[in-house]
């Protein structure tokens, strides 16, 4: 497959769909795989003007193995099972990284790790709509 570049062809191993498609198959084999994704992209976010991210892999993934070994996979507000799989577009079960506190970056103590719909729906609704939510 040949791609031009800095104004000359070369050629590539891969096609570009077939680049994505190795690339998910990559991160959605383990639960560690596809956090290391996520957090290359909150890292890339940051560079787009968006919240800081002063963790390195190492303290997410030990703020992970801490919170892992509480709950196992299950999400800490809804109680799903989080899942991790790239390619489907949003999958709502999928494991997401959240500020405790909205108004602080992403610093040691302030993250967890929920499913995107919890996520999502806590960015929408006031704490106690949610957990009224969550409780029925």
């Known amino acids: 497959h040949w791609k031009k570049r800095y104004g000359y062809k070369r050629l590539q191993r891969?096609?570009?769909s077939c680049r994505v498609k190795h690339d998910n198959d990559k991160?959605?084999?383990t639960a560690e795989a596809y956090l290391r994704r996520r957090i290359q992209t909150l890292k890339q976010d940051r560079n787009k003007g968006r919240r800081k991210v002063s963790l390195n892999y190492d303290k997410f993934f030990n703020e992970w193995t801490k919170q892992k070994v509480k709950t196992g996979l299950s999400c800490p507000l809804?109680?799903?099972?989080?899942?991790y799989t790239l390619g489907n577009g949003s999958v709502l079960t999928n494991i997401s990284v959240d500020r405790i506190n909205s108004d602080k970056d992403y610093v040691r103590g302030n993250i967890q790790f929920v499913c995107l719909m919890a996520n999502i729906m806590k960015n929408k609704y006031d704490k106690k709509n949610l957990y009224l939510y969550f409780l029925f």
């Open 14 to 16: 891969q096609c570009g």
């Open 27 to 29: 991160y959605s084999a």
């Open 78 to 83: 809804s109680g799903e099972t989080m899942t």
